[in-house]
T-cell receptor
Framework: QKEVEQNSGPLSVPEGAIASLNCTYS??????FFWYRQYSGKSPELIMS????GDKEDGRFTAQLNKASQYVSLLIRDSQPSDSATYLC?????????FGAGTRLTVKP | EADIYQTPRYLVIGTGKKITLECSQT?????MYWYQQDPGMELHLIHY???????EKGDLSSESTVSRIRTEHFPLTLESARPSHTSQYLC???????????FGPGTRLLVL
């Protein structure tokens, strides 16, 4: 079992729809959780971090964390073609960060 | 956000050559990392450093070496490049007491 697993994708949604990206992790001691976006040929860039159970909203993005279920998700509302990218889930414990393999999202106009 | 610089951005080199990929950050971040990533594939941690004179190997077996003589500088060296080293190399850093990793723009390496 990988330490950080993401839904395999690729995921395709129409423009304006909600895209839902999921991530599970194996280390119950994980404390910090991150979502990165990576455009093709570019480096990952941080979208959101979340540290407490519940939801955290930032514009069109909402991160959800459930530590009991060891589950993190990212919702993208009103998806735009510019959101087409690979989304990486990352989980950290004491500074030791583990990345998922990523989910490729395509938003179709 | 951190200012992280990587040079060169692109490198084409012949087999057997020695190369050094440069990574510098200007924010005084203590932790720095090197990742290798093939197109469309996941990130693999190859080296990391928690401060000056501290270097560790990551999860991916690598024929590269690193050094950390100055806080801001974390170069990666391949003593003898091979076609299997063809990949993208990403440098990242984390501020003191933080966990977020900030990535540089990457170096695309092609070994012929």
């Amino acid at each position: 079992q990988k330490e950080v697993e993401q839904n395999s994708g690729p995921l395709s949604v129409p423009e304006g729809a909600i895209a839902s990206l999921n991530c599970t992790y194996s280390d119950r001691g994980s404390q910090s959780f991150f979502w990165y976006r990576q455009y093709s040929g570019k480096s990952p860039e941080l979208i959101m971090s979340i540290y407490s159970n519940g939801d955290k909203e930032d514009g069109r993005f909402t991160a959800q964390l459930n530590k009991a279920s060891q589950y993190v998700s990212l919702l993208i509302r009103d998806s735009q073609p510019s959101d087409s990218a690979t989304y990486l889930c990352a989980v950290s414990r004491g500074g030791d960060m583990r990345f998922g393999a990523g989910t490729r999202l395509t938003v179709k106009p | 956000e951190a200012d992280i610089y990587q040079t060169p951005r692109y490198l084409v080199i012949g087999t057997g050559k020695k190369i050094t990929l440069e990574c510098s950050q200007t924010m005084g971040h203590d932790k720095m990392y090197w990742y290798q990533q093939d197109p469309g594939m996941e990130l693999h941690l190859i080296h990391y450093s928690y401060g000056v004179n501290s270097t560790e190997k990551g999860d991916l077996s690598s024929e590269s070496t690193v050094s950390r003589i100055r806080t801001e500088h974390f170069p990666l060296t391949l003593e003898s490049a091979r076609p299997s080293h063809t990949s993208q190399y990403l440098c990242a850093s984390t501020p003191p007491a933080g966990e977020t990793q900030y990535f540089g723009p990457g170096t695309r390496l092609l070994v012929l």
